[in-house]
């Protein structure tokens, strides 16, 4: 059986009024959920997914397998209107239930719900442009991809994520970062309306008139699911993007870091076309004992990169180097977020970050963290697989507007750094060993930044930060988040993907 539509599941529902969980029959009635009675309740297009099902296993495959949600049941909402529906029923029911677009959300507090019922917004995909061509309304479910797609077909563009298959609300939600944030500020900077269902199952537009407003840029994920959002959209300026890469080894930690801050990141002050990244990895073939580092600068606006960026980083004598020109639709397919890439895949591993946004690198940190992951990952052959990514994207858009304004909280931050530990699942063993390098690898950077506090960008965030950690340190801050968690969400439904409360 892959879906129940209505008629089959009323007919089911009142079978399983009588069938105990012990019979081969009752994997098909998860407790607590009447599948025909919430499939009577949907439109015609929504589908309602049960264990075994080949439609469940896709629903519900994360990208990351630690701490996963424990679903019963799995519905797709065919409408906006079903989503209301969805969390009504499961009120009733006193069932919890969770939101999933692009299933990467690898905090470890969503494996907290546990035998409820996903939401999959995956129907909920459209992208329509309004008649001035400054707005588009964007499903709930949407991808990045398709959003990039449709809007640079129309000589269009917006602020989306780097990766193409994870959703652009999920990301909005929690801040966003992306290529175009130096033109234009974060993803949850291009918001103008959200339609969301609330706790109660109740619809609400929440707009600039909204006292929800402020939270939902930047702590979003704590009050409602949103069916669909309308944000601002610009005209495409420049088509033309380029890209140089460099890889390095073991000798060129401090140097290369040294001269992203002085040529590059420039104390905050990074050119708005520039964005640079690097990532350590294991390549065996290179270097059988210790990690490389992947570099790359990319420009907008040339079809090749500016030798006043390069030439610092050649000078250093890279072991490989690659450069092209393109548009800025190859940008994921450039820096190995595409949806063909790995980063892309549901394979079944486990994929936890531990996030800290800093100012500008420490140089004696970068050495003592890549020494630790090399050494680590030597030791314990099965973390081998692992990354340690450095993003440092252009931030005039991002810093342009007030920092009291939304809820996220480190916009004079100039860096994202995050060590990304990759495993197939095991045993306890491992799991503790791939936290423990990944607390460890964060605590040397954040002593590196000799700051009292902890800044983590909560869309990477492992799930045992801090709410401070997420969202800032203010205690007004804090005060304000908890005072429209009680009064938007008092009975915490929303509580599974970076707390409040």
Known sequence: MEFIPAAIAWALSSSCQNIPGSNWFGGLCPRGVDAGELSSRLSSSAQVYLPGSDGFTTATARWSALDVPGVNVAVLPGIEDDVAEIVKYANERKVPYLAVTGGHGA???????????????????????????????????????????????SGKQTVTGGCECTSILGPALGGGHGFLQGRHGLTSDQLVA????????????????????????????????????????????????????FLFTSDNVEDLYDRINKYLLKNGTQPVDVINYSFFFNFPDIDP??????????????????????????????????????????????????????????????????PIDIESYNIAAQRKAYDLFASTTQEIPALNNSLFLFEGYSLQGVKAIPQESTAFPFRGDNLLLSPLIIYAPADLDLDKAAVKLGHDLRQILYEGTGRDEL???????????????????????????????????????????GPIA
């Open 194 to 245: 959200l339609n969301m269902v609330l706790s109660d199952g109740t619809t609400q537009t929440v707009d600039k008139n909204s006292d929800l407003w402020w939270a939902v840029q930047g702590a979003g994920h704590n009050f409602g699911i949103v069916t669909s959002a309308t944000l601002k959209i610009y005209d495409v300026q420049y088509r033309d993007w380029a890209y140089a890469s």
């Open 289 to 354: 004992t210790k990690p490389v580092i992947m570099f790359y600068i990319l420009q907008e606006g040339v079809t090749a990169v500016d030798t006043t960026y390069t030439t610092p980083f050649n000078e250093l004598g890279p072991i490989a180097t690659d450069a092209a020109g393109g548009s800025y639709t190859d940008l994921p397919a450039w820096t190995g977020n595409a949806n063909g890439s790995p980063p892309c895949q549901k394979a079944g591993l486990v994929n936890i970050r531990f």
């Open 455 to 497: 800044h983590t960008y909560v869309n990477y965030a492992f799930g045992d930060e801090t709410t401070e950690n997420w969202y800032g340190y203010e205690q007004w801050r804090q005060e304000r988040l908890l005072a429209l968690k009680n009064k938007y969400d008092p009975s915490r439904k929303f509580s599974f993907y």
């Open 107 to 153: 905090i470890t507090t969503v494996g907290k719900m546990q035998n409820g019922i996903e939401i999959w917004m995956h129907q909920l995909s459209s992208v329509n442009i309004s008649s001035d061509s400054n707005t588009a309304t964007i499903g709930g479910g949407t991808l990045s991809k398709t959003v990039t797609d449709v809007l640079w077909a």
